[in-house]
Nanobody, 116 residues
Framework: QVQLVESGGGLVQPGGSLRLSCAAS????????MGWYRQAPGKQRELVAT???????NYADSVKGRGTISRHNANNTVYLQMNSLKPEDTAVYYC??????????WGQGTQVTVSS
């Protein structure tokens, strides 16, 4: 059974930082592209960042320079460090595991709220 379990969300003030974690089980983690997506109320789910099995990152323009995705294959975990958070970063953040575009899994999501 595949599980992707996110953690690290919460309430943060504008300009603040947080680090999201996603622990994966039930997959051969090292061969998956891992990613973070988010969905704000009333909006479609959108890409935040991905990282390939070789460690190559890709970022949405909205988070370039503020976000860093990383992975630790030894403990099957992917991270998203977000800095200089803005109210428009408020969303549910979802972890994603993707292999070849057809073997795809999602976590349950973690809420991030940026507000003063």
């Amino acid at each position: 059974q595949v599980q992707l379990v996110e953690s690290g969300g919460g309430l943060v003030q504008p300009g603040g930082s947080l680090r999201l974690s996603c622990a994966a089980s039930g997959i051969i983690f090292s061969i998956y592209t891992m990613g973070w997506y988010r969905q704000a109320p009333g909006k479609q789910r959108e890409l935040v960042a991905t990282i390939t099995m070789n460690g190559t990152p890709n970022y949405a323009d909205s988070v370039k320079g503020r976000g860093t995705i990383s992975r630790h294959n030894a403990n099957n975990t992917v991270y998203l460090q977000m800095n200089s958070l803005k109210p428009e970063d408020t969303a549910v953040y979802y972890c994603n595991a993707n292999r070849a575009g057809w073997d795809v899994y999602w976590g349950q999501g973690t809420q991030v709220t940026v507000s003063s």
